[in-house]
């Protein structure tokens, strides 16, 4: 399985219009344990997006039309053709992501799921019938918007992706695809080679590839074009604010999942054992690099160093290294780039007055997992999304300063509550600004059929089950008069 995560890929060029077509030039993907060269990629410009994008229109009228049956069979056709790749995922994951081996593996068998859940859609109530006061046979029922534009981050390259076009295309949408330039084989061109190898139609699902000096311009191709009809983005903030921002100025939909800085929150009755074990898994599951990561553990100040001592000894077993190495849980951030950050902000903390419990070593791409304390309001890891191996731990001494202390970000995707009392938690659950709460266990939960999304800066919209088909359908209002309609004399 290692050895295949040090092979390079066959790269056969971007998907369009169920065929392989090469950019004019291509561009680096590396291996974020090493920096060595992982695979060359095409660098897709933009007359390639709107080649994709025309395509993807071109399809849409035969596979809009099809029974909805039909396209439930094909989604179920593409979770068994994923299944059968699921080792050459985990490869790429490891090699390409520089995810730990059992992140992978987790995802891998994540995938095939979410579109199994897809595939559920298609049989689901997609109408209703009105009362009217006319008597006439009133609907509002969902039909396909068109074209779907999905950019999908490089974290999750898997479940992200999957997960930003598997509705679309269930509820009769066409697809074109951009993934991140950090993984444009794991969240990209992978999928196009299972999808050909399901036997989804020519043009229903595209892929384009490209470079971080070309994504602006074709970033803005998949908004601008007047054949895309949503936009499905997952991402950072910054990102999404820019790309929410355009799709309103184009009046196109947009579904985006955006950042978190995510608490969880130890009441004094928890389980200290098991919150020191969700934390451990919460805060540095994939070097933190989750939307949903534990950013923030709130501990109730009676119990705070006796879930501080079972946190830190546990915190202390992970290993980091390369990702050849199984053993290795916590691999390296995804570039460069993005190490210097994580070092800058905890660097910014220690400097400010912030202590550090655990960790605090950087070197090339790898952040051990850090654990501070003493942080606030001034220190820029208080208030920025870290997407990286680094917690803060604060203790507070009532229910009112943890609601607090939750709620101070511009951020709402997430937060956690450890508590015996349950009532107790549902009370707290509903003061939290947050799209999702999860009580005794870690922020760090997805299932396909779930709302899945956040408030405040975390997003718009929801993915998963029927929810998603608010993101992907428009409704219609279709009537039928049976002539109980009246029109004043005069006309």
């Known amino acids: 399985m290692l050895d295949r ?52 229109h071109a399809a849409f009228p035969a596979w809009s039309a099809l029974p909805f049956h039909e396209r439930a069979h094909m989604l179920l056709k593409i979770a068994d053709a994923w299944e059968a790749r699921k080792e050459d995922f985990i490869a790429a994951a490891v090699g390409e992501g520089g995810g730990w081996f059992g992140k992978g593996v987790f995802e891998a068998g994540y995938v095939a799921e979410v579109f199994r859940s897809a595939s559920a859609l298609c049989y689901q109530n997609i109408g209703e019938v009105l009362p009217s006061e006319h008597g006439k046979f009133s609907t509002a029922t969902r039909w396909p918007l068109g074209v779907v534009s999905v950019i999908s981050p490089w974290n ?24 991140s330039e950090d993984t444009p084989f794991s969240g990209g061109l992978f999928f196009a080679e299972v999808l050909e190898a399901a036997g989804v139609p020519p ?43 355009k799709a309103g100025a184009y009046l196109k939909k947009a579904c985006v999942e955006l950042g978190g800085k995510d608490s969880l929150i130890i009441l004094e009755d928890a389980d200290l054992e098991h ?27 009676s119990v705070y160093d006796d879930f501080m001592s079972r946190f830190l000894a546990r915190a202390a077993k992970l290993r980091t290294g390369h990702t050849r190495d199984k053993d290795n849980v916590i691999g390296p951030l995804v570039n460069t780039r993005q190490a210097l950050r994580v070092k800058a902000l905890i660097d910014d903390a220690v400097a400010k007055g912030a202590t550090v419990e655990l960790g605090g070593k950087c070197w090339d791409n790898f952040v051990e997992p850090t654990v501070l304390t003493n942080v606030n309001g001034s220190m820029d890891i208080w208030n920025d999304e870290t997407f990286g191996p680094v917690v803060i731990v604060c203790p507070f001494r009532t229910e009112e300063e943890a609601i607090a202390l939750n709620n101070d970000t511009e951020y709402g995707l997430t937060s956690a509550i450890m508590t015996a009392d349950e009532a107790r938690a549902l009370r707290l659950a509903g003061r939290l600004e947050t799209g999702m709460v999860h009580v005794n266990c870690q922020n760090i939960n997805d299932e396909p059929h779930v709302p899945f999304g956040g408030v405040k800066a975390s997003g718009v919209g929801r993915y998963g089950g029927r929810w998603s088909l608010d993101a992907f359908t428009e409704l219609r209002w279709i009537t039928l008069d049976r002539g109980g309609r009246h029109f004043p004399p005069v006309f």
């Open 156 to 179: 999750m390259p898997g479940i992200l992706t999957s997960r930003g076009f598997a509705a679309a295309l269930a509820v009769g949408n066409t697809v074109v695809l951009k993934p």
């Open 203 to 245: 043009g229903v699902f595209n892929v384009v590839t490209c470079s971080r000096e070309s994504v602006g311009a074709v970033g803005d191709e998949m908004i601008e074009n007047p054949l895309v009809k949503a936009v499905s983005f997952t991402g950072s903030t910054a990102v999404g604010r820019h790309i929410a921002a």
């Open 275 to 301: 919150a020191a074990k969700a934390a451990n898994f919460g805060s540095f599951m994939h070097q933190g690099q989750v939307c949903m990561s534990t950013e923030k553990i709130l501990v109730h100040e």
């Open 5 to 56: 995560a040090n092979t390079s890929p066959d790269i056969r060029g971007m998907y369009i219009g169920g065929s392989w077509v090469p950019a004019a030039r291509t561009f680096d993907d590396l291996n974020p344990s090493d920096n060595s060269l992982y695979a060359r990629i095409p660098d897709g410009s933009r007359e390639d997006m709107r080649r994709a994008i025309e395509a993807a």
